[in-house]
């Protein structure tokens, strides 16, 4: 596509109701991130890929968080028995690959709010 | 683990002035790289550091790799609404490429 992609934009849950947001990356690019943008914050690292793995998933909140990705392509970020703190703009970004002088492409991002 | 964290985390300019704003990583760095965040936006790429000391300009835009890769700095002169965001520097550590670690950002409003 022609862009980073993310549905739903915007997603209203019900505290411990199950999450899952979407991403799909730029096509041809192998690496892909998630981030998290509480209101007025910064960018918290969750995950990367590289292809279909996970190298990285120390940024990862808790336990009730998980990601996957498939055909090196679309990744969805699950997010189980979600909690008010868990509000906020989830964002996904892809690059080439993983590297030094790779740029991210940030997609729109997801407005989680949770009631 | 690494920290990067910047200041000012608000910045006020009036119209045609110039501004700096600071980027420091708590370790050593591969390469550091600048973000713009327009209000309801997703951050948008600017440019990307990796030689120690480097220098690099985007028209009124200079930006500077601190010689121990540990620091960074964004100058904007005579500034305009345009500039009007949240600018982001992000550090990439230098032993894992894909996590890029964003600092909480310097958000600028400017009073024409």
């Known amino acids: 596509g022609a862009g980073v992609s993310q549905s739903p934009s915007n997603k209203v849950t019900e505290k411990g109701k199950d999450v899952e947001l979407r991403c799909d990356p730029i096509?041809?690019?192998?690496?892909l991130y998630w981030y998290r943008q509480r209101l007025g914050q910064g960018l918290e690292f969750l995950i990367y890929?590289?292809?279909?793995?996970?190298?990285?998933k120390s940024g990862l909140p808790s336990d009730r968080f998980s990601a996957e990705r498939t055909g090196e392509s679309v990744s969805t970020l699950t997010i189980q028995r979600t909690q008010q703190e868990d509000s906020a703009v989830y964002l996904c970004a892809s690059s080439p690959q993983v590297g030094v002088n790779e740029k991210l492409l940030f997609g729109s991002g997801t407005q989680l709010s949770v009631l | 683990g690494q920290q990067v964290m910047q200041i000012p985390q608000y910045q006020h300019v009036q119209e045609g002035e110039d501004f700096t704003t600071y980027c420091n990583s708590s370790?050593?760095?591969?390469?550091i790289q600048w973000y713009k965040q327009r209000p309801g936006g997703h951050p948008v790429f600017l440019i990307q550091?990796?030689?120690?000391?480097e220098v690099k300009k985007q028209k009124r835009l200079t930006f500077q790799f601190g010689e121990a890769k540990k620091n960074s700095s964004l100058h904007i002169t005579a500034t305009q609404t345009t500039d009007v965001g949240t600018y982001f520097c992000a550090g990439g550590p230098t032993d894992s490429w894909g996590k890029l670690q964003f600092g909480a950002g310097t958000q600028v409003v400017v009073t024409p």
């Open positions: 096509s041809g690019h192998t690496a």
């Open positions: 890929f590289q292809g279909n793995s996970a190298p990285d």
């Open positions: 370790t050593t760095l591969s390469n």
């Open positions: 550091l990796v030689k120690s000391g």
